[in-house]
């Protein structure tokens, strides 16, 4: 199994500002994911963070709106740049073992609200 | 977009079984039915999972027709705490990101 943190667990940020979001595994992963879930709605995959390479992202998603780091196997961080009210929404960080078993598992969410 | 079709919600009585199905019909032979679930305010949590046996575990039962369109998971005696919103999800167990629907919300009443 494996425990995330994610920091901050909310935030209140004013429009055009910057919040980036930390996650934290307490074991070494190759690869996380950022999720984004707007209000009411499922969960939408964001961006792949592999330790070593850029950011894979999915379509919608770019990476001056959503930079990511990923400086080692236990570590990563997504900023939610030039925040509008339209970015309101819980961020999730997740990960995945790869092999027979690979539950994944996910971070507890920054509840982000953009005023 | 998902490849599952789940209803989008359910009311179940407390201490009754509650049986949500997901209808997985483009699933190929390779891909798990994988079952999380959401309760409010919280990230998902891992339920259970199948390639084409039906199983169980301490949280669940999974039951996946012969031919593998559709399954059904048992959450034999629900408590209030099992409200949630239940995603089921195929995949192929290669460690990439989940491709999430959008779920049935689950409500156990009193």
């Known amino acids: 199994s494996a425990v995330i943190s994610q920091k901050p667990s909310r935030d209140i940020c004013q429009r055009g500002t910057s919040l980036t979001i930390q996650c934290q595994v307490d074991s070494q992963v190759t690869m996380m994911f950022w999720y984004r879930q707007q209000p009411g709605q499922s969960l939408t995959l964001i961006a792949t963070?592999?330790?070593?390479?850029?950011?894979?992202?999915e379509s919608g998603f770019v990476i001056d709106k959503f930079p990511i780091s990923r400086p080692n196997l236990t570590f990563s961080t997504l900023t939610v740049s030039n925040m509008s009210p339209e970015d309101s929404s819980i961020y999730l960080c997740?990960?995945?073992?790869?092999?027979?078993?690979?539950?994944?598992?996910f971070g507890q969410g920054t509840r982000l609200t953009v005023v | 977009d998902a490849k599952t079709t789940q209803p989008p919600s359910m009311d179940c009585a407390e201490g009754r079984a509650a049986n949500l199905p997901c209808n997985h019909s483009?699933?190929?032979?390779?891909?798990?039915v994988y079952w999380y679930r959401q309760i409010h305010s919280q990230g998902p949590q891992y339920i259970i999972h199948g390639l084409k046996n039906n199983e169980t575990n301490e949280m669940a039962s999974l039951i996946i027709t012969e031919d593998r369109k559709s399954s059904t998971l048992i959450l034999p005696h629900a408590t209030l705490r099992d409200t949630a919103v239940y995603y089921c999800?195929?995949?192929?167990?290669?460690?990439?990101?989940?491709?999430f629907g959008k779920g049935t919300s689950l409500l156990v009443t009193p």
């Open positions: 483009t699933i190929s032979g390779n891909e798990y």
């Open positions: 963070a592999n330790q070593g390479s850029e950011a894979t992202y």
């Open positions: 999800i195929d995949d192929s167990n290669s460690g990439y990101a989940l491709n």
């Open positions: 997740s990960v995945r073992g790869v092999g027979l078993n690979t539950e994944a598992f």
